[in-house]
């Protein structure tokens, strides 16, 4: 074998070994790709939930601050009624 072959197997084993390095760090950026995508799913998931829950409380505070402000009128109402009849 020549200096010249045995250069070039050296260099082969040197780049295969790259490779091999390169797809070891690819196949784990890949496990990490995965997970950081289901974390963005569950959070995804997580967040149409919590919105749709802070629609449902908005719509049931508006109700709820329409009814007050119809007591208090009454209440209002009732109080100027009573001042008169006194």
């Keep these: 074998m020549s200096g010249t072959e045995a ?3 050296g260099h082969h084993a040197a780049l295969r070994e ?3 390095e ?3 760090r ?3 950026l ?3 790709i995965r997970d950081e995508e289901a974390e963005r799913g569950r959070l995804q998931a ?3 939930t919590l919105s749709r829950r802070l629609s449902e409380t908005s ?3 508006a109700g709820l601050r329409s009814a007050r402000a119809h007591i208090d009128r009454t209440i209002a109402e009732m109080d100027a ?3 008169q009849v006194l």
């Design 30 to 32: 890949s496990g990490r």
């Design 18 to 20: 790259g490779l091999s």
């Design 81 to 83: 009624a009573s001042g």
């Design 7 to 9: 250069a070039l197997r």
């Design 59 to 61: 719509e049931s505070l």
């Design 46 to 48: 997580r967040i149409a």
């Design 26 to 28: 690819r196949d784990e």
């Design 22 to 24: 390169l797809r070891a």
